[in-house]
């Protein structure tokens, strides 16, 4: 099953993140290492995406004050959410392969 | 007569101290409602360290009873109950906190450090309310941008915070609306199949 580029993104997030990947912590990962910080919307539209394919599960944690008495809800990785990811990146890893065998470069960038 | 539901504030409490466990006990008597008992029992290990609890407070009018408030003080595993090791020195208010200031064995410390932070722009929680797809969704979602409303709100003031707030929350409904209407013409397709099979 493809994964869009978001998706991808979100997935490895909660991966590095995991068990403490919520909204906040996954949106100011994304920015940390792609420098482009997705919407709350987004993050949870595709979340939403993801948990319908069975690739992530949600949890709620303890509600605080600081977020209005609203609980926080963390995001886990699921084994076949974990497959789907390793094969699409692996598929990412072929294309650049490709790539690197044909001497092709992209503008400002070392595959 | 129906009576008014008091509104439940949620508060969060800060302490800083050194090898101390603090017993918080509300001494208020007129509003029995809103009697309640707070143990903090975890040691500190060092003055940096930050522990936060929360607790509901059933009426608004319950934070003017802080001042009363009784302390047991637990240094060193040794109980030090009401022996004046804890001096309250009351509740101050500014617009965005509400903290307690105390006397330690002497030491003057900020023992809790309230983190009320302004109430976010109602319509606007109303809109992400209705986008969300489901009652956790839109807990994770709104408390999401709560949390942000408030770390602004310290860091660069009401009004730019909820302006921001507004932004968040518009740049939010659009993608939850199309998610919305996405799955409603898929259940819609579905349907629409199913009857003409029949």
Known sequence: MELTALEQHLMLAILGLQPQAYGISIQDRIKDRTGREPSTGSVYAALDRLEEKGFVVARQGEPTAARGGKRKLYFELTAPGQHTLMRSLQAIDSMKQGLRSKGGRLKGATI | ?198
């Open chain 2, 1 to 198: 007569m129906s009576k008014k539901k008091p509104k439940e504030h949620m508060i969060a409490w800060r302490l800083f101290g050194s090898g101390l466990s603090l017993n918080f006990q509300d001494e208020c008597a007129t509003l029995n409602a809103a009697r309640f008992n707070v143990d903090i029992p975890v040691y500190l290990t060092n003055y940096d360290q930050v522990l936060e609890r929360t607790m509901n407070i059933q009426h608004a009018k319950m934070l003017e009873q802080l001042h009363k408030w009784s302390a047991t003080v637990t240094h060193n595993g040794a109980d030090h109950p009401s022996n004046g090791d804890v001096d309250f020195q009351g509740i101050g208010e500014t617009d965005k906190h509400i903290f307690i200031q105390a006397t330690v064995s002497g030491t003057q410390v900020r023992i809790a450090d309230e983190g009320i932070p302004p109430e976010p722009p109602k319509v606007a929680d109303f809109l992400l309310t209705v986008f969300a797809s489901s009652s956790a969704k839109k807990d994770g979602i709104v408390g999401d941008i709560n949390e942000r409303f408030a770390r602004e709100c310290d860091q660069m003031g009401v009004s730019r915070a909820r302006r921001r707030y507004w932004s968040r929350t518009l740049h939010t409904v659009w993608p939850l609306l199309s998610r919305a209407v996405a799955k409603a013409v898929k259940w819609g397709a579905v349907i629409e199949g199913v009857r003409r099979y029949f």
